[in-house]
């Protein structure tokens, strides 16, 4: 079969990669599988459960109330609970999780940043970009460049 790399390689839009998002889930198989940052291996159940989710629902825009209803707690007790178990913040695990998968997409797509940003659901590419530099110590640009070995044109 064709690899998950060489599926995600073929889309070209944004529109591409929903399609096989929701025909294939490759984008979050082939996240889980790269997820080495945010590796929480909690035995918690209500944690194992949301960090679930988060990884299924990367590219939506998640909120605490959404994920603290998915897992039926109040927010405020996952929260803590989320911060004890994972080291860090619900929202600041779910930005790490979008990060990982536009890292991906900067890497075997051609898929233009403004595009990128969209299919996460970021508010704007502005603030992907300072969230991504926040999170690597880099433009989506600039990584895109290191990591982009000239199998494609990326979508500027």
Avoid: W
């Avoid at 909690?42 to 944690?47: E, L």
């Avoid at 960090?51 to 209803?69: H, M």
């Avoid at 929202?91 to 996460?120: R, V």
């Avoid at 603030?127 to 895109?144: A, C, H, M, N």
């Amino acid at each position: 079969g064709t690899s998950y790399i060489q599926q995600i390689e073929s889309c070209r839009t944004v529109g591409d990669l929903v399609r096989l998002n929701l025909n294939m889930r490759i984008p979050v198989h082939y996240s889980e599988q790269v997820s080495q940052i945010t590796d929480c291996r909690s035995s918690n159940p209500y944690i194992r459960r949301s960090i679930q989710y988060i990884r299924r629902n990367y590219q939506k825009k998640i909120t605490v109330t959404e994920l603290a209803s998915h897992v039926h707690l109040s927010k405020e007790y996952l929260s803590s609970l989320f911060r004890r178990e994972a080291g860090m913040t619900i929202p600041a695990y779910i930005a790490h999780q979008k990060i990982l998968a536009a890292k991906e997409m900067l890497s075997f797509t051609g898929m233009s940043i403004i595009d990128i940003s969209s299919f996460l659901s970021f508010s704007s590419q502005s603030y992907f970009q300072s969230v991504f530099k926040r999170i690597t110590g880099e433009t989506p640009l600039d990584y895109r460049e290191k990591t982009n070995r000239g199998n494609i044109s990326p979508g500027e």
